[in-house]
């Protein structure tokens, strides 16, 4: 786990092999492949441009999936953690939470949860960033994807 905190402002997560090394490789072989196809022309030279833009396809899917799994699991987690947090009679708010402000609430201390669900059951916090910016005790989550 890093030493530094992390905050609403300094909680977004980059991977440097995704973000930095092979996000913009695959969209500069579209620019090669497609400068290479406008000036010599022919079928296999605008195949490489179709077979760079899989390859960037399949870079952002890739991103994509992960965080569609890692949502689920967040939203999993939440759910369990409200259900010994919040009284039994508060349960059916719960499925009021959407995944988007599940993965906001991920970040708040567990006695700032139960304020933070009536806050949304009444409307006050209609996103996930807006969840985020109403937490007072920011608990950092460095096991992201």
């Given at each position: 786990?890093?030493?530094?905190?992390?905050?609403?402002?300094?909680?977004?997560?980059?991977?440097?092999?995704?973000?930095?090394?092979?996000?913009?490789?695959?969209?500069?072989?579209?620019?090669?492949?497609?400068?290479?196809?406008?000036?010599?022309?022919?079928?296999?030279?605008?195949?490489?441009?179709?077979?760079?833009?899989?390859?960037?396809?399949?870079?952002?899917?890739?991103?994509?999936?992960?965080?569609?799994?890692?949502?689920?699991?967040?939203?999993?987690?939440?759910?369990?953690?409200?259900?010994?947090?919040?009284?039994a009679?508060?349960?059916?708010?719960?499925?009021k939470?959407?995944?988007?402000?599940?993965?906001?609430?991920?970040?708040?201390?567990?006695?700032?949860?139960?304020?933070?669900?009536?806050?949304?059951?009444?409307?006050?916090?209609?996103?996930?960033?807006?969840?985020?910016?109403?937490?007072?005790?920011?608990?950092a989550?460095?096991?992201?994807?």
């Amino acid at each position: 786990m890093p030493d530094k905190s992390q905050s609403f402002t300094s909680h977004t997560r980059w991977f440097p092999l995704y973000h930095f090394f092979v996000t913009p490789i695959a969209l500069f072989n579209v620019y090669v492949a497609g400068r290479h196809a406008w000036n010599t022309g022919g079928r296999y030279a605008w195949w490489q441009v179709a077979f760079a833009l899989c390859i960037v396809g399949l870079v952002l899917a890739s991103r994509v999936m992960a965080l569609a799994v890692q949502d689920r699991l967040i939203r999993l987690e939440m759910r369990l953690k409200l259900r010994e947090l919040l009284p039994a009679a508060r349960h059916a708010d719960i499925a009021k939470i959407t995944v988007r402000q599940c993965v906001g609430l991920r970040f708040a201390s567990d006695a700032e949860l139960p304020g933070l669900v009536d806050r949304i059951v009444k409307g006050e916090l209609t996103d996930e960033k807006s969840v985020k910016a109403a937490i007072k005790d920011w608990q950092a989550d460095w096991v992201r994807a």
